[in-house]
Nanobody
Framework: QVQLVESGGGSVQAGDTLRLSCVVSGYIYSSLNCVGWFRQVPGKEPQGVSAIYATGGLTYYADSVKGRFTISQDAAKNEVYLQMNSLKVEDTAMYYC????????????????WGQGIQVTVSS
């Protein structure tokens, strides 16, 4: 059974920093193709935030977070991080990590496994 567990969310002020973590269990990390971070606010579709390919480490970012967010991985710990700097009020959302990209591309594809989500709230 594959499980993804997010942590590191919380309530912060605009301009602050958070680091989200996604621990992947039940899967050999090196066998993963892609791990993505998504966020969703009530009433809207999930938005791709960032993604990393386990092999090779290629990374991708949504335009709205480029220069502020950094995705990284620690294969030894089966963990993917999302470092979020200079947070803005509009970054407020539930953040999810997902893996095992079945089809499509890193932001528009179909992922097999999702975490339960972690709330990030940024106030002005």
């Amino acid at each position: 059974q594959v499980q993804l567990v997010e942590s590191g969310g919380g309530s912060v002020q605009a301009g602050d920093t958070l680091r989200l973590s996604c621990v992947v269990s039940g899967y050999i990390y090196s066998s993963l193709n892609c791990v993505g971070w998504f966020r969703q606010v009530p009433g809207k579709e999930p938005q791709g935030v960032s993604a990393i390919y386990a092999t090779g480490g290629l990374t991708y970012y949504a335009d709205s977070v480029k220069g502020r967010f950094t995705i990284s991985q620690d294969a030894a710990k089966n963990e993917v991080y999302l470092q979020m700097n200079s947070l803005k009020v509009e970054d407020t959302a539930m953040y999810y990590c997902a893996t095992d990209l079945l089809s499509g591309t890193y932001f528009n594809g179909t992922y097999n496994w999702w975490g339960q989500g972690i709330q990030v709230t940024v106030s002005s």
